[in-house]
């Protein structure tokens, strides 16, 4: 008998359009094969049109490269406090460190799975009643899902603290029908190969005050000053994103609503599907509230649960994952003040995301549901 071998099934996986090749064509027969030219104007240019609000894009090397210069243009240095959300990647708090200031966790909500009003209200009266009056907020649009963008907003111009809007993981979502990259003082994008369209490793930093955008550009590009030589009066940084992949993310930016149109049709077939077992719970959009869906994401009712399926999966050559681990649970950060109420880690302790990808075929689908089907039923 011959044994079927099966494809791997990836979590999230690169997914080209047809105009890509054609525009890193562009950039090598004209030799712009350097951190800057067309494509990365052009590509600026899409995100910003992309955008309902009049805003301003600096395309960079990472998400991360864009927190960083984000945070450092809002001022924040050496023994500042910085508020970050706890549920999220690793990214979102590391460039706080790379400034030498100190992060402070506050955990999620359940309608959202992102940052916590309450909590994060609780955080900076205590910070400040220390003297200490965090210089920023990080909040996260997790797995593409707005975080409550009004009451943040609320708490945030309140006690005159501006945030960073980690939108890495939700392009393509939006707030009452606004686009999430918008909202913050200043907002970052990220274009990883994981991520809703990738330049295969890319970022961008989103602002509505062009002098933000250029200070960003200065600061990306070595801090140089004005001059014939070599001169400069401040660090400066290697964060420019290349004119090759530029050329990637303009045909990327093409295809951006038909990609976040098919992550929505994976989170409603796994839902329909699954939603039978009533052992399994989804994150649902709050009114107003349009995810990506990045991921779907599902909720099982105990550790032991979520490993089965895991483990599971990955004996059929499928990848899952546990939801982020919370920033106050890690090695390196765990030892920061954080501001809890136990919500993230139990999501992360229940918690499992699914293959999400936009070229995933329904047959990709139903191989994962039948796999969950089967330990759930049991
Ligand atoms: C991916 C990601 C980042 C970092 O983006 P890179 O482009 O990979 O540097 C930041 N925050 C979140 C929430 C992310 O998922």
């Known amino acids: 008998m011959k044994t079927i071998v099966k494809d791997k099934i990836w979590l999230s996986s690169p997914h080209m359009g047809l105009m890509e090749q ?4 562009e950039a090598f027969d004209s030799n712009w094969v350097a951190p800057l030219g067309p494509n990365v ?8 049109d992309y955008m309902d609000e009049k805003v301003y894009v600096a395309a960079l090397s990472s998400g991360t490269a864009a927190i960083h210069l984000a945070l450092s243009l809002l001022g924040v240095t050496r023994g500042d406090e910085v508020l970050c959300q706890s549920f999220t990647f690793s990214a979102s708090a590391n460039p706080i460190l790379y400034l030498g200031a100190t992060p402070i966790f506050v955990d999620s909500e359940r309608h959202t799975w992102n940052i916590s009003p309450l909590l994060l209200q609780r955080a900076i009266k205590q910070r400040i009643s220390l003297g200490r009056k965090p210089k920023a907020i990080v909040a996260v649009h997790l797995y593409g899902m ?15 603290i501006p945030i960073v809007e980690d939108s890495a993981e939700a392009l393509g979502s939006t707030y009452y029908g606004s686009k999430c990259g918008s909202f913050g003082d200043i907002g970052i ?8 369209i990738t330049t295969s490793g890319g970022g961008a930093l989103v602002t509505k005050n062009s002098i933000l955008k250029e200070k960003a550009v200065f600061l990306a590009t070595q801090a140089r000053d004005n001059a014939p030589h070599y001169q400069h009066s401040q660090v400066g940084y290697n964060y420019r994103m290349s004119n090759v992949l530029a050329g990637i993310g303009r045909g990327q930016m093409e295809v951006l609503e038909d990609r976040v149109n098919a992550r929505r049709s994976n989170f409603n077939y796994y839902k329909e599907n699954l939603a039978g077992l009533s052992n399994i719970e989804f994150l649902e959009e709050q009114e107003n509230f349009k995810s990506n869906r990045w991921l779907t994401c599902i909720l099982t009712p105990n550790f032991e649960t979520r490993e089965q399926i895991r483990l599971a999966l990955q004996e059929e050559e499928i990848e899952s994952r546990p939801l982020w681990k919370p ?52």
């Not at 054609?22 to 064509?25: G, H, P």
């Open 327 to 378: 920033m106050h649970l890690q090695p390196i950060f765990s030892k920061y003040p954080n501001y809890q109420d136990g919500t993230s880690e139990d999501l992360f302790e229940r918690g499992l995301c699914l293959p999400s990808g936009s070229n995933l075929s329904l047959e990709d689908l139903d191989r994962v549901i039948s796999i969950i089907n089967k330990i759930l039923v049991r």
């Open 41 to 48: 104007n052009l590509f600026e240019k899409a995100i910003a």
């Open 189 to 196: 994008l990220s274009f990883n190969g994981n991520k809703i």
């Open 146 to 160: 707005p975080y409550k963008i009004e009451e943040i907003r609320k708490i945030a111009d309140h006690f005159e």
């Open 22 to 25: 054609k525009y890193v064509k």
